[in-house]
């Protein structure tokens, strides 16, 4: 889930531009599916009409929003492809969503048309999300990113408990991986020891302001790419930081449309 926005005057701040080491390292094969090696760069882009032209080995993009055909001609430009998905909160706009019961969901998220969801209840997250994997495979994605994967850490209006989270981070990974698909662990930092053995990449949003970074050694050790976005801070006050982990950095707006700056 991207964070609350806050002092949005800062997204104007200059940043240089670096070149991001690893471009190489995309094609990591783990077993059956993808996993993407530390250091590999990447574009995130959730809002706008999808610029293709960014020169990186991997993009993360909506898995509704985008098509069979925008994956595939991604992929002739040797692109491997993230599918963007909420797995942890409803998005009323989304085509599935008259599906989600009501009482499955819980207080807003923060974003306009978010609540967060019951993820104790299995029984009916588990064929819904199973569908929507289901999508990501048909339209030949190679990952998927999982968003809203902390609901305990936050006010949902369910008593969540750290053992719901981990069951339901863990359900989500293995849906993905019996479709063949990587899939990253989107910020959920406390659990990042129980669950970087079940996850093949991680994605993080603000660490560097918050000063969280160091969390995500694990996966850097196990070699397993963390793709990172900042929105608060010049790349100046990330960069060398991020450099110095093998963290995939880069500025982003919080919309996350084109633009970025990458260390």
């Known amino acids: 889930m991207r964070r609350p926005i806050l002092l949005a005057a800062l997204l ?109 209840r299995t029984d009916v997250l588990e064929p819904l999300m199973a569908a929507r994997l289901d999508m990501c495979r048909d339209k030949g994605f190679d990952a998927v990113e999982p968003d809203n994967m902390d609901g305990y850490r936050n006010r949902t209006g369910f008593p969540l408990k750290a053992s719901d989270q981990l069951r339901y981070n863990r359900l989500i990974a293995k849906l993905a991986h019996d479709r063949g698909l990587a899939v990253g662990l989107k910020n959920d930092l406390d659990q990042i020891p129980q669950l970087v053995g079940d996850f093949d990449f991680a994605v993080n949003e603000q660490c560097a302001q918050y000063g969280e ?9 196990a070699g397993k790419a963390v793709f990172h976005v900042e929105y608060e801070l010049p790349t100046r006050r990330f960069c060398p930081d991020s450099r110095s982990l093998k963290l995939s950095s880069m500025l982003k707006k919080y919309e996350l449309g084109v633009w970025r700056r990458a260390c």
Do not use: M
Not at 25 to 44: N, Y
Not at 213 to 221: G, R, S, Y
């Open 213 to 221: 970074c160091a969390d995500l050694k694990p996966f850097i050790a």
């Open 12 to 120: 104007l701040l200059p940043a240089a531009c670096t070149t991001h080491p690893g471009d190489d390292a995309a094609d990591e094969p783990s077993g059956d599916h993808w996993q993407p090696r530390p250091g590999v760069a990447w574009q995130w882009q959730l809002s706008g009409r999808l610029d293709t032209s960014v020169d990186v080995p991997v993009y993360d993009i909506d898995g509704f929003d985008q098509s069979k055909s925008t994956v595939a001609a991604l992929h002739r430009e040797d692109r491997k492809v993230i599918c963007y998905l909420s797995t942890g909160a409803w998005e009323d706009w989304r085509p599935d969503a008259k599906k989600f019961p009501e009482s499955v969901l819980g207080r807003g998220n923060g974003w306009e048309g978010e609540r967060w969801l019951d993820i104790r």
